[in-house]
């Protein structure tokens, strides 16, 4: 029965965690425009591959997989910032703009017989505006969230529909192939994407306070996202096994056109069909993700999903056949649901919403490098070994690391699981339960312990106030004019009276019994609390209540 039970919730948390994205409008439509941009990027990628192809055969493939990805890495870490200034939608607005319009001129060069480097640099233009999507976009989900378990949920949507975009992208890409040519998968991938800029122009919510879409001082910004990799060992961890991931990825886009044409004789529309088989294990995988909602195993199977990336291709370099190979493919898009909802979810509660996207665009830096560095080291062992040897040797970089990392992430697993307890009683005082995720965790990133023991003054009445206070465990009595005016156990906060309107405190709090206690700054619960709207109007209506019962007598303010 116990088990039956455990099962039946794991299917609600995994339902909860679609049906919690249909019902906010706001998170549907970033979603949906998520779908958009990554079918026009992956029916891009197929007919830029199948373009490189016909200009110069392998050695092209990986050159082109290089000369789209390099610009993209530089610039990844130098745009991200723009992404943490002002609204972050509408950053993904000019993207999403700037990828439709660029693609529609490809699809005008290879129609009217253009020169194959014109559409190169045209992917490269692409590419290097795709760079900011995917940071910006995975920035702006923990504000249209209000716990981590939305938050996960969010992820587990986003990377069911990033499999669907594995999916359809290069199955429509294989369709067009069959009765037309790249300009038409081209123009439907122009088309993709204007759709996913129109979706992002309707979205209403209350962004959390960031600086001006026109401050300066872009430099520094960009050394201080790169400054909150480089002093967070476990937040570094992820980053470079999304790296090695991704130099998977980067071989992939060659292998999946050598293996077709040279390994299986399927020709180039079987390049379509390989990819498509990524997307059909993508979509299961992210079925099965579903139900990883709510655990504490992320960074288990963050590892297995980055085994999952390389292991198929030793398999498919070992047993080269049309149905091996396929389920093959099919593994690796398993292994990139498992990365989508893992990885993206661990790295958006290690790190602080202020420079969430600029750590984003590291990510989305160092996979630009390791995709291109990936694809022109596959084409060159290739070259050197021949084509299945090539498989196993790229194949087995991604296992090995994960192999290595195994400690590290199951002990990340246990502080995301603390981290979590702590964000769980921030949000059940009703002050702070209007705060999106990211505001709440940077509240319990400045909390300090504080163990009480009974009959202990907190505080009294006339201090100085400088924290803010909420129980853990046990209880307190406020004072007021020697008698009792509230009786506050766990989930519940005092304090910010004398914070909220910079005066000495109000009431005397003494514990009833052995407390522990979480305390933040004054400075530190300011700035989250009175700089995003709801929350510091649910604080002026909560003080003027608290007055009233200290002081009923008090004038109206």
């Known amino acids: 029965m116990g088990e039956a039970t455990a099962r039946t919730h794991r299917l609600a948390d995994a339902a909860s965690a679609f049906t919690s994205n249909a019902r906010n409008p706001d998170l549907r439509r970033a979603q949906l425009s998520f779908l958009g941009a990554w079918t026009a990027e992956w029916a891009f990628t197929v007919a830029l591959g199948i373009v490189a192809y016909r200009d110069g055969g392998a050695a092209a493939l990986g050159l082109v997989g290089l000369l789209r990805m390099v610009p993209s890495a530089v610039c990844a870490p130098i745009l991200s910032p723009f992404a943490d200034r002002g609204r972050r939608e509408r950053v993904l607005v000019v993207v999403s703009t700037v990828r439709g319009l660029v693609t529609a001129a490809a699809a005008a060069v290879a129609a009217l017989g253009g020169a194959p480097v014109a559409i190169y640099a045209l992917a490269v233009l692409s590419t290097i505006a795709a760079t900011l999507f995917r940071p910006a976009h995975s920035a702006l989900l923990p504000s249209l969230c209000h716990t981590g378990h939305e938050l996960a949920s969010a992820n587990v949507v986003r990377g069911m529909l990033d499999s669907l975009a ?13 009765v037309a040519d790249v300009d038409v998968v081209f123009a439907v991938a122009a088309a993709a994407s204007l759709w996913s800029a129109a979706l992002l122009l309707r979205l209403q919510y209350d962004a959390p306070p960031r600086p001006s879409a026109t401050g300066p001082h872009l430099v520094r910004e960009i050394v201080e996202g790169l400054g909150v990799v480089a002093r967070n060992r476990d937040l570094a961890l992820v980053l470079g096994l999304a790296a090695a991931q991704s130099l998977t990825r980067g071989a992939l886009t060659v292998f999946s056109v050598l293996v077709s044409i040279e390994l299986l004789g399927r020709g180039e529309p079987g390049a379509g069909t390989l990819m498509t088989a990524v997307g059909v294990g993508a979509v299961a995988g992210s079925l099965a993700a579903s139900l990883l909602v709510g655990t504490r195993r992320l960074g288990a199977w963050f590892a297995l999903g980055v085994t999952l990336w390389g292991l ?18 099919a593994l690796i898009g398993g292994g990139n649901a498992l990365i ?3 990885g993206f979810t661990l790295m958006g509660r290690m790190a602080p919403d202020a420079v969430l996207a600029r750590v984003f665009g590291v990510l989305e830096s160092l996979v630009a490098v390791s995709i291109g560095v990936g694809a022109v080291a596959a084409s060159w062992i290739v070259g050197e070994w021949g ?10 970089v991604c296992p090995v690391l994960a192999a290595a990392s195994w400690w590290r992430l199951r002990a990340l697993d246990g502080t995301v699981g603390v981290n979590d307890e702590v964000v769980g009683l921030l949000q059940r005082v009703p002050m702070l339960r209007t705060l999106p995720l990211p505001s709440v965790e940077q509240l319990a990133r400045g909390l300090e312990v504080v163990d009480v023991p009974a009959g202990t003054v907190v505080f009294q009445r006339g201090d100085v106030g400088d924290r803010y206070y909420v129980v853990e465990s046990g209880s307190v009595d406020v004072l007021g004019e020697g008698r009792v005016i509230a009786s506050l156990g766990p989930g519940e906060g005092f304090g910010e009276i004398a914070l909220l309107r910079r005066s000495t405190r109000t009431a005397t709090v003494v514990a009833t019994a052995d407390s522990r206690l979480r305390s933040l700054a004054s400075e530190h619960f300011l700035a989250v609390v009175l700089g995003y709207t709801p929350s510091a109007r649910e604080a002026s209506v909560e003080v003027d209540h608290l007055l009233d019962r200290y002081d009923p007598d008090r004038p109206d303010s």
Do not use: I, Y
Not at 167 to 177: E, F
Not at 312 to 329: C, E, I, K
Not at 387 to 396: D, H, Q
């Open 166 to 178: 594995t999916l359809v992208g290069p199955l429509l890409a294989a369709v067009l192939l069959e």
């Open 312 to 329: 198929p291709l030793v398999l498919v370099g070992l047993l080269p056949h049309d149905l091996p190979a396929l389920v093959f493919m």
């Open 340 to 342: 989508d909802v893992a």
């Open 387 to 396: 084509l299945r040897p090539a498989l196993v040797a790229v194949g087995l």
